[in-house]
């Protein structure tokens, strides 16, 4: 079994930044890809960014330029960089562990909120 657990969101104003973090448990040997996705009442979960075990990353064109995923393999954790944050960043952050042969393991998410 892995666990995940998120931490680092909170409240903030847009132009602002905030760091968030992934940290996985467990049986993280079977780890693949990680990442970033979000939600709103009003949205499906979306892709925010991935990144593989050998550092190849993929993100959302709404936030290329913006964002920055990182990862230690050595702590099992993840990051998210998020500057010029926007209103439309607003969301409940989850984190995602891709696993192998197991099904892929969530996060508890961490909101995010972005006032004008």
């Known amino acids: 079994q892995v666990q995940l657990v998120e931490s680092g969101g909170g409240l903030v104003q847009a132009g602002g930044s905030l760091r968030l973090s992934c940290a996985a448990s467990?049986?993280?040997?079977?780890?693949?890809?990680m990442g970033w996705y979000r939600q709103t009442s009003n949205t499906q979960r979306e892709l925010v960014a991935d990144?593989?075990?050998?550092?190849?990353?993929n993100y959302a064109d709404s936030v290329k330029g913006r964002f920055t995923i990182s990862r230690d393999n050595d702590k099992n954790t993840i990051y998210l960089q998020m500057n010029s944050l926007r209103p439309e960043d607003t969301a409940v952050y989850f984190c995602l562990a891709d696993l192998f042969p197991q099904n892929p393991v969530w996060g508890q998410g961490t909101q995010v909120t972005v006032s004008s």
């Open positions: 990144i593989s075990t050998g550092g190849s990353t």
């Open positions: 467990g049986s993280t040997s079977s780890i693949n890809a």
